[in-house]
């Protein structure tokens, strides 16, 4: 395809509204055409423009021919669909990002609703393959039925996020807002840790139907499935503490404590399945561990807020962190005090009968709910000491007679520049 170039490319004189963006490893059999097209799109539309390739350490080639092209290029030492993308933004002169694989399964030569969105001021625009439409073979039946869908609708329900598309990898976004983000994950996950950081920050979000047409490349892609699903996965975890550990945790004390309370009274027969003291036991264990994993979820709260990494908490959050120390003694102390009651109850009746054998099928009853109190009240008062710990607030020692250290500033990756404008 041999596509004109004019003056609209000429961002030497012009300021650079646009940088399309496409990571490379060893795309050689595509990237010509996919920069072709977005040279393209540039020249139809009168766009201000670069066409920027992030290379992630190519041996096919694919910089020289991303510069004879009509490209520039970036090299990113640091391995990565994340790494790329990261040091291709900080490279890139234009005041908004597209961003698309160099496979040749993007359309790169319909990109104004993304510009147009962003011109409207939002601050990412995601493609939405599903409704643009989705080519047959273009996407493995395990990502378009279960990886995609399941995922996407994890990113919605833990982020109250209305994105449908988690994972496409066509999307638009405002350069200066995205490096405020200090986004930093460098495999596929990046794909998931944009869209978190950017709803988690209040950004103005949107999504336009895309299309997605099977890749033009003869070798596999870099995408691994199940690997690859697993980061996206965790990630979305790590950066939400709340459905990583305070509602499953949450759940374990309900159904422990109702189970536990039911039992302590009397059995529980199901046609002629009896529930009894056993039962109890494991009753006993899920609320252990669920008051465990909801200590995580305050400790991990803190964590997030002080540290930042989760910017802006959501109200649950938010009321979690009104713990105090204080409130975590009183209510430790209680839940100990009144399993250390239900002890000495369980010691009198021990007494009445002379400390010899009991049925443990009656003192299981007392002594199984004292031991998860007395647990409980314990952990949670140290727990509190732990929390508080968290919470204080450390003041550098600023010594005027000591010369600041001097810290070395990481450049960004140079640019390979070409004279390739057309007047």
């Not at 059999?29 to 350490?57: H, M, W």
């Not at 009198?348 to 409980?376: A, E, H, Y």
Request: net charge positive; charged share 20%; glycine share 8%.
């Amino acid at each position: 395809m041999n596509y004109k170039i004019n003056k609209y490319y000429n961002i030497a004189k012009e300021e650079c509204e646009l940088t399309i963006l496409m990571p490379c490893l060893n795309e050689a059999e595509t990237l010509e055409i996919c920069i072709k097209k977005a040279l393209k799109f540039l020249n139809d539309n009168k766009v201000n423009g670069e066409v920027l390739i992030a290379d992630n350490g190519s041996t096919d080639g694919s910089p020289n021919i991303a510069i004879k092209s009509g490209a520039n290029v970036v090299h990113v030492p640091e391995k990565g669909y994340g790494s790329a993308l990261i040091g291709g933004t900080k490279a890139a002169r234009g005041k908004y990002i597209i961003m698309g694989d160099a496979d040749d399964s993007y359309d790169f030569l319909n990109l104004m609703p993304f510009l147009e969105k962003l011109r409207e001021g939002y601050d990412l625009v995601m493609g939405n393959r599903f409704k643009g439409g989705i080519a047959k073979g273009a996407m493995p039946p395990l990502h378009k039925y279960l990886g995609n869908p399941v995922l996407s609708s994890i990113g919605r329900i833990f982020y109250s996020s209305s994105i449908g598309d988690f994972h496409c990898g066509l999307r638009g976004y405002n350069k200066e807002s995205f490096l405020a983000l200090n986004l930093n994950t460098p495999g596929m996950e990046y794909a998931s840790e944009m869209v978190v950081k950017a709803t988690l920050n209040k950004f103005k979000i949107t999504e336009v139907p895309t299309t997605l047409s099977p890749d033009g490349r003869s070798r596999p892609p870099h995408l691994r499935s199940w690997h690859d699903g697993w980061r996206h996965l965790r990630f979305l975890l790590l950066y939400s503490p709340k459905w990583l550990f305070f509602y499953p945790g949450l759940f374990l004390i309900i159904l422990g404590t109702i189970s536990t309370i039911v039992l302590s009274i009397e059995p529980i027969s199901i046609n002629n399945v009896v529930f009894d003291i056993n039962t109890l036991l494991y009753s006993a264990g899920a609320v252990l561990i669920g008051f465990q994993v909801v200590i995580f979820a305050l400790i991990t709260n803190i964590y997030a807020i002080n540290s930042k990494y989760i910017p802006v908490p959501d109200k649950l959050m938010t009321r979690l962190n009104r713990f105090t120390v204080e409130r975590g003694l009183v209510l430790g102390l209680l839940m100990f005090l009144f399993g250390f009651i239900l002890a000495i109850v369980s010691v009198v009746l021990w007494k009445q009968n002379n400390f010899g054998n009991l049925d443990p099928r009656f003192t299981m009853r007392i002594t199984i709910p004292s031991f998860i109190l007395m647990v409980c009240g314990i952990e949670f008062i140290f727990s509190s000491f732990l929390m508080g710990v968290l919470n204080i607030k450390v003041t550098p020692n600023l010594d005027a007679n000591v010369e600041p250290k001097k810290v070395k500033i990481k450049n960004v990756p140079a640019i390979q520049k070409t004279n390739y404008l057309n007047q």
